[in-house]
């Protein structure tokens, strides 16, 4: 047989011209086979394509009986396809019919062919169907043959990718490269939303697979890869990476992917069968990615998103721009797939146009996942290979109520998916008409109910759920959607329109609660070992005192002449509240000085978040004039459990005893002290949480605006003085001995309230 050292750049050629003309997609699978069994000297070129009903179904062949075609199928895992394609490896045999996964098939004649090689059809680690050249002569194909036909099956992968064989296939057994595929996660964000994928760091679209000058191309390869090593030496060598830890040990370990002469060997092998450099990097990148998709080897899969991400950076190397989706150029309901976002990146996407979240990380109680509640938009975390799903423009329906995705759905779906939306707006226009009734329980017991808010989009909630006002404005949004440090005018122009939007309801602003996964871009990113415990909220706060005074005396100034509610995130000692309360005054002692209108009256509180203060609640209801618990941190501190930690968030139930009695002695405390206490977690926004709150005494809850409506609706049929007595039983009980959750469900089904 030919070396396929020469031969592969005469096929891919060849395969061009043969997919430009202008003939059926069974002419040209035809035509395709042919071309790859002359080019390598095989007696055998068999395509096989993964279907919709996991079979693997012939669909073209040289050598092979033609009246097998369309009529051999094999299960998934049967005989040496199979094995190709749930292996999503090559396999190379002098032998085939030894081979213990041989399965014999009389129609096809392949009896008398001896040797075989197998590579699977990948695309985006997706395995499409199987290329196989079989030959009756003993012999093992050499390395350079086998990387020829793996460059062809990137072709195919296009080819079936592009639906152009649906037409040959019989209903229910079509191509899979192009079926409804279902996927379950975790629910981040409640709703269902239909739309169109768009992908957060889109594949690059390769419009040239084939190799002019293959010199050319493993110069541009080469140069990218050093371009790329030398990007990454810099980020090692700057200030805050030359000390060491975690933080730089990540990074070595990405230099050293990065490094690897194994890495660039393949992709320059690549390049020598006659790929273009990006098609290169996309083939090796596919080939890794499937690879690691099956390990069971937990640090390997991890790994997976770090050669991603460097294939990802190698490519952008090699064409020389920025593949980001335009964030102002959005489809009308546009569906964002992401591996991982922060809450910035989210912010960046026209919102009107936004309608839903999928992303393979994620968990509830993230920051992602809170601005996506804030945004009103269904989201799905925790979903496998997400990007690798879809295509950019693919339908995709996000079901947030279940926590399931349909990436091209059948028509049926669609429909009864449509169905279900209409019938969510009728229910929204059932919770609308309750906006102008008083929030009173059964029993007489009024319920303040506000809102969280922190975007100017937000603001008409007030008045379309009939909120009490803000018991939250997360004013950290307006500086991460900011491509710079907001000026104190631009942020005096923001809290008076808030503050206008309520009218006489309260407003309760939050000072700046950034670090952690709330980076701004324009300010140095400090790396630190455990970012939730880090330098962040109030810390940086009284830190940067010049950030935090500019934001207070814009907030004082919007106040003038009206009611201003400040509070003050993640204190965690008493102290700290009292620096915070003292440059209130001092800004008030400037304003007065220069001439300036004050606020008619002033309430400075802060958040319960920390653990610690639970232990000084004496001191603290004695100079704060309010306080609001922050149940999403509390319960993080709690637990000692990473709210962004998919394998611990579950872990403990925020309905358990330990943090209810916490809550409990909040509430109690800020009677005693005759001091108003709220919640404005995310606890509060899902009716059972709502429940349990009551039954713990709050009488004032901040919560989303898409949870407001059924919030209130629970609370109008709900006997607090009832279910406050239950509640305190259960808690007097010992640990482990009454399932809350499970009691207080049983609690409303019996009540008739609606959850």
Known sequence: MRSALGG????????????????????????????????????????????VDNTLELYATEGLNPDAVHKTVLNAHEGLVGLVASEAQPLNLSDAQNHPAYSYRPETGEEIYHSFLGVPILRAGNTLGVLVVQNRARRTYVEEEVEALQTTAMVLAEMIASGELS??????????????????????????????????????????????DVPREIKRLDSAVTKLRADLDRMLERGDMAEGGDHRDVLEAYRMFANDQGWQHRLREAVATGLTAEAAVERVQSDTRARMLRSTDPYLRDRLHDLEDLGHRLMRQLVGRD????????????????????????????????????LEEGTANSHVSIVARALGIPAIGEVANAPGLADPGDAIIVDGTSGSIYVRPSQEIQAAYAERVRFRARRQEQY???????????????????????????????????????????????????????????????YRTVLDAAGDKPVTFRTLDIG???????????????????WRAIRLGLDRPGLLRGQIRALLRAGAGRALRIMFPMVTVVREF???????????????????????????????????????????????????????????????????????????????????????????????????VSLCGEMASQPLGALALIALGYRSMSVNATAHGPVKALILELDAAKVEAEMATWLDTPYDRVPIREKLTAFAEAEGLPL
């Open 578 to 676: 009292d620096e915070a309360k003292t440059m209130v005054e001092r800004e008030l002692t400037y304003l007065r000085h220069h001439g300036h209108t004050l606020p008619e009256r002033i309430d400075v509180g802060t958040m319960i978040e920390v653990p610690a203060l639970l232990y000084q609640l004496d001191d603290l209801f004695e100079r704060a004039d309010f306080v609001s618990v922050g149940s999403n941190d509390l319960f993080q501190f709690l637990y000692a459990v990473d709210r962004g930690n998919a394998r611990v968030t579950d872990r403990f139930d925020t309905m358990s005893a330990p943090i209810l009695r916490a809550l409990r002695h909040i509430a109690r405390k800020g009677k005693e002290a005759g001091k108003s």
């Open 167 to 212: 037409s040959l296939a019989r209903p229910g057994a079509e191509p899979a490269a192009r079926i409804s595929v279902h996927k379950s996660g975790s629910i981040l964000s409640d709703g269902i939303a239909l739309g169109h994928v768009v992908l957060h760091e889109p594949r690059v679209v390769i419009t040239n697979y084939i190799a002019e």
């Open 323 to 358: 593949h980001a989706p335009s964030r102002e150029q959005l489809p009308d309901n546009a569906i964002l797939v992401a591996r991982a976002m922060g809450p910035a990146a989210l912010l960046d996407y026209d919102r009107n146009k936004l309608r839903g979240l999928v």
């Open 432 to 494: 609308r008409e309750l906006r102008h009734k008083p929030c009173v329980t059964r029993d007489g017991q009024p319920i303040e109910l506000m809102l969280n808010a922190g975007l100017v989009i937000d603001l008409p909630h007030i008045e379309d759920a009939g909120a009490a006002g803000i018991g939250l404005f997360r004013t950290e949004l307006q500086f991460m959607v900011s491509t710079s440090l907001p000026r104190t005018s631009e942020q005096l122009a923001l």
């Open 8 to 51: 592969p750049r005469v096929l891919l050629r060849r395969l061009r011209e043969v997919m430009a003309e202008q003939v059926s997609a069974q002419d040209r699978l035809d035509k395709i086979v042919v071309l790859i069994a002359a080019n390598m000297v095989a007696e055998v070129c068999s395509t096989y394509v993964l279907r």
């Open 516 to 534: 952690g996964d709330k980076a701004l871009p324009y300010m140095d990113t400090i790396v630190e070992e455990n970012p939730a415990l880090g």
